[in-house]
């Protein structure tokens, strides 16, 4: 038997994902997702579009995200005899920080195996501190931010619940002539740049490390400079 799903469709819903182990927890509300494809051949097209109007995540009581909005586009080769999705065109918005990435993923049985590639869609450093929570609010277009950053990534390996390993993660972030000036600050902070990379062993923990190899900023003429190495 075989049966053919023209459209899945997920309208104004809310998720919650609480993990009590690791002191976390995702809520994501006015959530809606669709996805198109012929489940009936063994190779076929997915397509999905999801939007979220209030994503937030809270690791030890710190809101990484809060009421974020996301946005995503995937255009997948899916072989579903293998159970390998291909990642063609697609994007991941947060707030206004655009993802690109490319790469592929296999689940065929509980393991997941994943070989991607991400990086930054636009080069504005103000897209950068949208994704900070106390600046992504109504008065967010008064900021007034320059300079240009990039980011990218890779996740690379196994994720394994049996054997607790996770795919190793890289992290490079980089800051070039940035600029900030908000009405509540008396002085400009100017000359940020930042150079930056994290390495996560997904099997390994204790091969972890993050290297700021600079960091520089200016305020009211005054410098301030920093390198930090954590392993």
Known sequence: MKILLKKVEVLNSSVTYTDETSDLKAIINDLNFSLTGDMTASETDLKIKLNAGDVNFIMEDV???????????????????????????????????????????????????????????????????????????????????????????????????????????????????????????????TNINLKSDIFVDGKDMDKTFVNVDGFHMELAGNPFDMTFALK
């Open 63 to 189: 809101k990484y995200l809060n009421k974020a909005k996301a946005n995503g586009e995937l255009d997948l080769l899916a072989n579903l005899d293998t159970w390998k999705f291909t990642f063609r065109e697609n994007y991941l918005t947060l707030n206004d920080l655009k993802i690109n990435f490319t790469g592929w993923i296999l689940m065929p049985e509980e393991d997941i195996t994943t070989d991607l590639l991400f990086k930054s869609d636009q080069t504005s450093f103000k897209t950068l501190l949208s994704l900070i929570p106390a600046v992504y609010m109504e008065d967010y277009k008064d900021l007034n931010a320059t300079g240009e950053f990039n980011l990218s990534g890779s996740a690379k390996g196994v994720y394994s619940d049996a054997d607790s390993t996770l795919p190793d993660i890289t992290l490079n972030l980089a800051v070039s002539n940035g600029l900030i000036s908000y009405p509540a600050l008396p002085e400009k902070i």
